[in-house]
């Protein structure tokens, strides 16, 4: 009489050999963690940049503010150091906005650059695992299938 083949057993040992790539899982994490690092030093950067424009402009106004606390002569000199005032913090103000556009705009540039480059580099990383896993399947298939064609015998 013909034997059955135990197709149980070649399933078994075709999943024990189904790989499973330990280092893939190591790499995607240093990958990640890499990104997160390079994007908290643009975050970081930029907090810098703006906590220096911030104070610069505050120790402007200050001084600037200071020139109309100053005691005047004449009642129009207090007028003249208000108006003074509001049109030095009018110009402060466009000159500070800008500079906090272009620190903003650089963060978003450098951010749209890291993400182009992780999503290249998993693209690249997701192909080479895939061949791999798809090589190591196809080889624990034809071996699993040569089993099961040699219990049959």
């Given at each position: 009489m013909t034997k059955t083949p135990d197709f149980a057993k070649a399933m078994q040992d075709m999943m024990a050999a189904f790989p499973v790539?330990?280092?893939?899982?190591q790499n995607?994490?240093?990958?990640?963690?890499?990104?997160?690092?390079?994007?908290?030093?643009?975050?970081l950067e930029a907090a810098e940049k703006s906590t220096e424009i911030s104070s610069k402009w505050a120790k402007d106004t200050i001084a600037k503010l200071g020139e109309t606390a100053k005691a005047k002569t004449?009642?129009?000199?207090?007028?003249k150091s208000l108006?003074?005032?509001?049109?030095?913090?009018?110009?402060?103000?466009?000159?500070?906005?800008?500079?906090?556009a272009?620190?903003?705009k650089k963060v978003q540039m450098e951010t749209v650059e890291l993400m182009l480059a992780a999503g290249k580099d998993a693209s690249e990383e997701a192909q080479a695992v895939?061949?791999?896993?798809?090589?190591?399947?196809?080889?624990?298939?034809?071996?699993?299938?040569?089993?099961?064609?040699?219990a049959a015998k």
């Open positions: 790539d330990a280092a893939a899982f995607a994490f240093k990958t990640q963690a890499a990104m997160g690092e390079k994007l908290s030093k643009v975050a004449d009642a129009s000199e207090y007028t108006t003074d005032f509001a049109s030095a913090a009018a110009e402060m103000a466009a000159e500070n906005m800008a500079a906090f272009e620190i903003a895939v061949k791999k896993a798809a090589a190591e399947v196809t080889s624990v298939a034809k071996k699993a299938a040569a089993t099961a064609a040699t």
